[in-house]
């Protein structure tokens, strides 16, 4: 495939080849990032420029155990953790619901504002299994948690989202 | 719209796709800037530890040593067939790799 031959050639130190990877994956990954951002398109840029720039750095590493997009989207979530610490964007590991329960009449048509009143781990869980169509297992790999809390937090924000745009 | 219980559909809609607009191109030329950044930083660190160095080592005393080594080296019959072999050897790698 061609995807693995510019991963090769990106370990043996071929930029363009890397360049070319970054061509064929920055789509999913700042669309993976504008979503853990709730649309900050600036600061999702700036995180997935860190990404590539440590999976240059990293790239030697890289097995090829999974699919290469996964070791990337894992890349991007720890680089995300970090800038939401020490940013104090948004709590991390809760497993509480939003505190205010916003108005839900301007939600019904829009899956990202929706989207954006879940709780961080629910967001990547529900992106990462539906819209990036990963198994649960390769996504609790991702996300670095067990599998039991990955589906834990796949079935409440799926009923969150459910309320939320149901308008219950 | 998913007022109705096909919540699942609705979640696996991809995500927008986002222009690539020279984002590949600014991420390359940011490796390409840092890379030349930590390589003055070494041949800083490098050029400094060389002057600490050169200031501790006693270098008038260590050149008769070094001398006498080079020239040992150099007329000894075991290195020149030492260097001979691993010339050899190179060659017959490359040989056969072509």
């Not at chain 1, 398109?41 to 790239?59: G, M, N, P, S, V």
């Not at chain 2, 607009?21 to 930083?41: H, K, L, P, Y």
Request: hydrophobic share 50%; aromatic share 8%.
């Amino acid at each position: 495939m061609a995807g693995d031959m510019f991963v090769d050639l990106a370990a043996a130190g071929d930029r363009a080849a890397f360049e070319a990877l970054v061509r064929q994956h920055q789509s999913l990954l700042r669309g993976f990032l504008r979503r853990l951002t709730r649309g900050d398109h600036a600061l999702a840029d700036d995180l997935a420029q860190e990404t590539f720039f440590e999976a240059w750095r990293k790239i030697g590493q890289f097995r090829g155990e999974g699919p290469f997009r996964g070791w990337l989207t894992r890349i991007a979530w720890r680089r995300y953790l970090m800038a939401a610490r020490r940013r104090k964007l948004e709590p991390l590991d809760t497993g509480e619901e939003p505190a205010a329960p916003p108005s839900t009449s301007d939600l019904r048509l829009d899956l990202e504002k929706a989207m954006a009143l879940l709780t961080l781990p629910q967001r990547a869980a529900l992106t990462i299994c539906f819209a990036l169509d990963y198994t649960h297992e390769e996504a609790a790999d991702i996300l670095g948690m067990p599998l039991g809390t990955l589906k834990s937090h796949v079935a409440r924000g799926r009923e969150n989202m459910r309320k939320l745009l149901d308008g219950s | 719209m998913p007022n109705t219980p096909d919540i699942d559909k609705f979640l696996s809609t991809p995500l927008r796709p986002v222009d690539n607009n020279g984002f590949a191109e600014r991420v390359a030329a940011q490796i390409a800037w840092r890379e030349r950044g930590m390589m003055a930083i070494e041949l800083v660190a490098l050029f400094a530890l060389a002057a600490v160095v050169a200031l501790f080592v006693p270098l008038a005393g260590l050149l008769g040593p070094i001398t006498t080594v080079a020239v040992e080296l150099g007329l000894s019959l075991p290195f020149a067939v030492a260097c001979a072999a691993l010339v050899l050897s190179q060659s017959v790698v490359r040989l056969v790799s072509d």
